[in-house]
């Protein structure tokens, strides 16, 4: 709100406006089913325009007064989340506050007063002059509801750490953690000699809560679908009697990408695929017993340590660079391409970052900088590869709601290409996602169109591509 002050704020407001419109519009011309990922697409629209449209009638000056009531409300939601209260309030209909203090076991004036938070932002409804009810945001909170983990989880792991990080970048230094330990997450809970994962084994009740709320954010996220791994198959088929590794999953927790890859491509031999993962996952894997994964290989291993298979055709590891900073994730990665063969192929499926960032990939980043962890753009992706050795010859994006969610393929940048296998073979058609950009060895991609000299493809500000 600059220049001619009302003025500017009556055109803003005006452009916003029309912007709802169109996409309220669309939202009723054009219908998707529900959860499908036009319907999401689509209400992501309106609401990101509304927002444009609060922002621009908003005075800046109440911005302090914002932020003071979001701070508010996310207490009082922890506070009735802690203590159980949304399973007290019926589903359907209205219970008194009297009730309600009873059957938690606090002071009615102390349960009113944080309802009263809740209800003023309709979050909770309030009935009459003494009862609250449920509404469709509040009940996603009641018993155990994956939404209400994953907002336990933000708190956790989020809200918690943030109130220490002045203090903890006054005893580190104002700069990206780039160590195991002594990160943010476990200097906020006072045990910065920790990592992550072992400030969690030593709190069993939030290690379950952590385990519970992630499960149905990485059920939801896909693993096949974006890559064509029709030429992996293809080399099985000619290569029938190789004992060659044709696929090593770095870090591969239960098999899920295993399984999920073989599903689509069931001529990808599963006696050439190797899970490889902590000895105790390895343990618990084959202790699971797991009929589709039997005939995988299963190897403890340490992937900050070593790589024990040597010259696989691919290597692939599934969203966990993002849970390392820079220094860490290079020594994966050289460690995984001191291993390659000139012809292997690196597969890492993780974000990528638009830049200008959306706002849910920087809500995420910064969640991700108490772990110790980062989302990174693709110019950020090239370099930390290059650091390792490594360079990208395809990117492969998703679709609709993960359309950030790539592929990113490498090779040892020492390593010589002449034997390439082409990403999309003549006949058959083109990268299951989008191959935005594609580089050398031969390879085909829809490439980028008014781009075609264009070394790195430009994301949108809704992580969409240029």
């Not at 089913?33 to 609060?54: M, N, V, Y």
């Not at 997450?185 to 969690?200: I, R």
């Not at 599963?270 to 699971?288: G, S, T």
Request: proline residues 7%.
């Amino acid at each position: 709100m600059t220049g001619n002050g009302g003025g500017s704020v009556r055109e803003e407001a005006a452009a916003a406006t029309a912007e709802v419109n169109a996409a309220l519009q669309r939202f009723v011309a054009e219908p998707g089913p529900s959860g499908s990922d036009l319907d999401k697409a689509q209400r992501r629209r309106i609401i990101e325009a509304a927002t444009k449209l609060i922002n621009a009638v908003k005075d800046p000056a109440d911005e302090w007064f914002d932020t003071t009531a979001q701070v508010a409300e996310l207490g009082a939601k922890r506070l009735y989340a802690e203590w159980k209260v949304y399973d007290r309030i019926p589903l359907e209909g209205s219970i008194s506050y009297g009730e309600l203090a009873a059957a938690v076991d606090a002071e009615e004036a102390l349960i009113r007063r944080i309802g009263g938070v809740l209800t003023s932002v309709n979050f909770l409804e309030q009935v009459g002059d003494g009862s609250v009810a449920h509404t469709k945001r509040s009940r996603v909170y009641a018993n155990d509801h994956p939404i209400g983990l994953i907002f336990g989880m933000a708190w956790d792991n989020g809200l918690v750490p943030y109130v220490h990080l002045p203090a903890y970048f006054e005893k580190y230094g104002r700069k990206e953690p780039q160590t195991l330990n002594h990160i943010p997450a476990t200097y906020a809970y006072g045990m910065p000699e920790y990592t992550f994962y072992e400030m969690l084994q030593h709190d069993p009740p939030r290690l379950q809560r952590f385990l519970r709320a992630m499960g149905p954010i990485e059920e939801k996220m896909p693993i096949a679908g974006i890559y064509d791994f029709g030429w992996v198959v293809e080399y099985a088929e000619a290569h029938p009697s190789s004992d060659r590794p044709l696929f090593v999953d770095v870090g591969a927790g239960r098999g899920q990408s295993i399984k999920a890859i073989h599903r689509e491509n069931p001529g990808l031999p599963l006696r050439r695929c190797v899970l490889q993962d902590r000895p105790e996952v390895v343990e618990a894997v084959e202790k699971l017993d797991d009929e589709d994964m039997r005939l995988v290989q299963k190897q403890a291993m340490d992937f900050h340590k070593e790589q024990p298979v040597k010259g696989a055709l691919t290597y692939w590891i599934r969203r966990c660079l993002h849970n390392y900073g820079d220094e860490i994730s290079v020594n994966m990665l050289r460690i995984i391409a001191e291993a390659m063969a000139g012809d292997s192929r690196l597969l890492i499926q993780e974000d990528v970052a638009a830049n200008p960032p959306h706002w849910t990939t920087t809500m995420l980043d910064f969640m991700m900088l108490t772990f110790g962890g980062k989302h990174r753009t693709l110019e950020l992706w090239t370099d930390l590869l290059g650091r390792a050795g490594l360079k990208i010859i395809s990117v492969s994006m998703g679709k609709g709601p993960w359309r950030h969610l790539a592929v990113i393929e490498c090779v040892r940048a020492d390593g010589t290409a002449a034997s390439s296998p082409p990403v999309c073979p003549e006949g058959r058609e083109a990268d299951p996602g989008r191959t935005v950009w594609v580089s050398g060895s031969g390879r085909k991609g829809a490439g980028l169109p008014g781009h075609p000299q264009q070394p790195f493809p430009r994301f949108s500000k809704d992580g969409s591509w240029d």
